[in-house]
């Protein structure tokens, strides 16, 4: 089966977004132990970059996972706007949205969607380490947004539903 490096985003003294108290990389690193507890009842190897409060750049994830030899890599982020309420829904961004990685990051998204998310696509981020560095395809989802409030009772009401989301679209795609 396949080997996934699952990066929960941000880490130690960066917080990523943060919203009334609530830290971006605290949702991550939850959501990455739940999707990739998922993953490997499904017979998936999962590598993590972090299982505890550490920073660590997104170039060395990447190199990390490059040495691992995985077979793909997800980065679980929550994404922040100017304004708060102003936007809703999840993201994925790929380094090519054409590539196997385009493919896994619409099946996460489509999969989110049916919990409840806005689906807002698929983009393209070319000046990210973790999607330009890895020999992989990579994903990087971006699960609703921290600072509005209707993301944020979605993620916490349906916790296990969202988790299982990524997971089913990372399953479909390997």
């Given at each position: 089966?396949?080997t996934?490096?699952?990066d929960a ?16 990389k ?10 990739g ?18 920073y660590?750049?997104?170039t060395?994830?990447a ?17 922040s ?22 493919e ?44 509005t ?18 997971a ?7």
């Amino acid at each position: 089966m396949a080997t996934v490096v699952i990066d929960a985003g941000h880490g130690g003294s960066d917080f990523g977004a943060t919203y009334m108290g609530r830290r971006e990389k605290d949702d991550a690193l939850n959501l990455a132990f739940s999707v990739g507890y998922i993953l490997e009842q499904n017979g998936v190897d999962v590598i993590y970059t972090r299982v505890d409060d550490v920073y660590e750049t997104p170039t060395a994830k990447a190199l990390e996972a490059n040495a691992a030899g995985a077979d793909y890599f997800l980065s679980i982020h929550r994404n922040s706007s100017p304004i708060p309420n102003q936007y809703t829904g999840v993201e994925s961004l790929v380094y090519n949205r054409y590539s196997k990685a385009g493919e896994i990051a619409r099946n996460i998204n489509r999969e989110l969607e049916k919990v409840g998310y806005a689906n807002q696509g698929v983009n393209e981020r070319t000046n990210l380490a973790v999607l330009r560095r890895t020999n992989m395809p990579a994903v990087l989802v971006e699960v609703g947004f921290i600072n509005t409030d209707r993301d944020n009772l979605r993620l916490d009401s349906r916790f296990n539903e969202t988790a299982a989301a990524i997971a089913n679209g990372i399953l479909m795609s390997i």
